[in-house]
């Protein structure tokens, strides 16, 4: 790090030279002095102890833009994942033991020591879902503990029934690497998950109580600001109990991070819904199939499902208003596709059109337990009124609606996800055993990262329809991009924001195929 170092202790900013801004995240020492450490069980770990590379070099951090400009300021950076290599002055018996192996050629790195501020038995931990389903689930479950009793000798782990209320509501349950040995093959989670139920007071009571010290929490947005909350709290108790996120939504609405675990499943298995949507249509006069796929604000899955099918010929999404009628509005689209090519693809994701919509139907301030607005379903909505602008054109449709929402979310994550799944799980056990604390796993640029909690909550990744990703979609598919004279300006305006970074502003626009 530079050498005009300006730490802000509350936000843990630390500044260096050439506009370098570390993010960092909490630690218990922090807060907690003269903590003991211990030497890092995976020193002796002979899957870990010769792969010299294994263990992070203590001020490894991540960009978090990679474009950059030869005069441009370096940015903002997280802490690298993975287990803590402290190079200093050795004068532990395990400098000794180190010189010894290197002496007989066993291992190189010989001035490190290797800490961790928990002793394996002294550890406690539990793990809870919260949210909505998401595939991959349960291999993180699988990878924590798995990791946390093979790499560090951890053998109490339990599991907190049925999300957050279940901390104070439920029995918990024991994990073993034998529990879950294959659970990664089945879809959901086996700890069970609910919404709502989040009583800050009434969860930190039950962790002192059980003496649980590592709390692994995996969920979304709402999951993850209620994981900050427990922190804070866990840290004006002083408590020596490590707060660890990691980031689950199949909407892929986490900002920072590169995607969530899941998302690669769930757009792949859309395909399906999509096939069966275009195989329906095609073999109809003037088919038209709709599928409404997951995205409550933003629209990844459907753009990314839209974008792997080539069989799409319209995505709407909550990012990109669109209108019904007129010149340029969906029903001349539809219309003229059915004209040219006799049959058409709808994907529309869940919150798109809210606003259209609210004006057709009566809007309902239903919310669910966790405070999230319950939305009419749009998909239904659009093939009543495509079907009726038809009929009252007196042309022949068939119209075929397909919502695969549930069919996706449950089902196990494949192969790709799973691999993610497991170096999320592992980085984030990393993290804990090193006393990192409020801080969430997550894959910045490809490599493994610690972000604080306050960089996930403040805002929500969403599509930036003036970026290049929409942009390929609309080239694609051909469909108009309903934006009126009065919204291009809009548009333009956001073109050329004054000092606008390289990257797109979400910065995982920009990521898969650019
Ligand atoms: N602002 C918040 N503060 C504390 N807890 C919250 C907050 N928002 C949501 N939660 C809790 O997080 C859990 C999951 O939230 P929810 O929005 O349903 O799913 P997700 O985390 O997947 O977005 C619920 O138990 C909910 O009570
Ligand atoms: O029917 P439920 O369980 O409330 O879930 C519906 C919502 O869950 C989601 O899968 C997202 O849920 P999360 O916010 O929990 O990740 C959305 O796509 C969908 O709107
Ligand atoms: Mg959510």
């Known amino acids: 790090m530079g050498t005009e170092q300006d730490i802000n202790h509350q936000m843990k900013v630390v500044t260096g030279d050439s506009g370098y801004v570390l993010e960092d995240v909490p630690h218990l020492a922090d ?3 003269d903590l003991p450490t211990y030497p890092n069980p995976l020193r002796s770990n002979p899957a870990y102890s010769v792969v010299k590379q294994y263990f992070v070099d203590m001020d490894d951090t991540v960009p978090q833009k990679v474009v950059v400009h030869k005069d441009g300021p370096r940015g903002v950076h997280f802490r690298r994942a993975g287990p803590r ?9 395990e400098y000794y033991w180190d010189s010894l192996m290197s002496y007989y050629g066993f291992a190189k790195i010989v001035t490190s020591l290797r800490q961790v501020y928990f002793d394996s038995d002294e550890v406690h931990a539990c793990i809870v879902t919260c949210g909505g389903l998401c ?13 946390l009793f093979h790499m560090y000798g951890v053998t109490q782990v339990i599991g907190i029934d ?5 901390f104070y509501s439920k029995n918990t349950i024991p994990l073993t690497p034998k529990v879950v040995n294959d659970i990664h093959k089945r879809g959901g989670t086996i700890l069970g998950t609910s919404r709502g139920g989040h009583d800050t007071m009434k969860i930190v009571d039950s962790i002192q109580d059980r003496g649980i010290n590592q709390v692994y929490i995996i969920g979304g947005d709402g999951t993850q600001k209620g994981a900050a909350v427990i922190y804070e709290e866990c840290r004006r108790r002083g408590l020596k109990v ?15 991070i590169d995607r969530s675990f899941g998302f690669d499943t769930a757009v792949e298995e859309a ?9 329906e249509a095609e073999s109809a006069e003037n088919g038209l199939g709709v599928v409404k796929l997951m995205g409550r604000y933003s629209g990844f899955i459907a753009m990314y499902a839209t974008l792997a099918s080539r069989d799409v010929d319209c995505c709407l999404i909550p990012e990109s208003p ?12 539809v219309e003229k596709r059915l004209k040219e090519n006799g049959h058409m693809v709808i994907v529309i994701a869940e ?3 809210q606003e259209l919509l609210s004006q057709f139907l009566q809007s309902t301030n239903e919310q669910d337990a966790s405070g999230n607005r319950v939305l009419q379903d749009v998909g239904l909505w659009i093939s009543q009124s495509i079907k009726d602008y038809f009929k009252q054109r007196k042309i022949a449709m068939t119209l075929k609606y397909i919502d695969p929402t549930y069919m996706i979310r449950a089902i196990p994550s494949n192969a790709a996800d799973n691999v993610y799944c497991t170096l999320l799980a592992q980085s984030c056990v990393h993290g804990a055993m090193a006393g990192f604390t409020g801080y969430t796993s997550g894959l910045v640029n490809g490599r493994q990262t610690y972000i604080p909690f306050n960089r996930i909550n403040e805002r929500q990744n969403k599509v930036v329809i003036t970026d290049r990703m929409w942009a390929r979609l609309l080239s694609s598919t051909n469909q108009p991009s309903f934006l009126g004279p009065k919204d291009i300006i809009e548009v333009r305006k956001e073109e050329q924001p004054p000092n606008r970074l390289l990257d797109g502003e979400n910065g995982k626009d920009d990521k898969p195929g650019n």
Do not use: M, W
């Open 31 to 33: 807060y907690i002095p």
């Open 85 to 93: 290599q402290k190079v200093g002055i050795i004068v532990s018996e």
């Open 135 to 147: 595939p991959g689930l349960n291999t993180v479950i699988r990878e924590i503990v798995c990791g």
């Open 162 to 166: 049925g999300g957050y209320r279940g």
């Open 242 to 256: 490590v707060i660890a996120g990691i980031p689950k939504t199949i909407d892929n609405d986490i900002p920072v």
């Open 271 to 279: 395909q399906r819904a999509i096939n069966a949507a275009h195989v």
């Open 322 to 333: 669109f209108y019904l009628g007129g010149e340029g509005g969906l029903f001349e689209y």
């Open 351 to 353: 919150g798109a059109g």
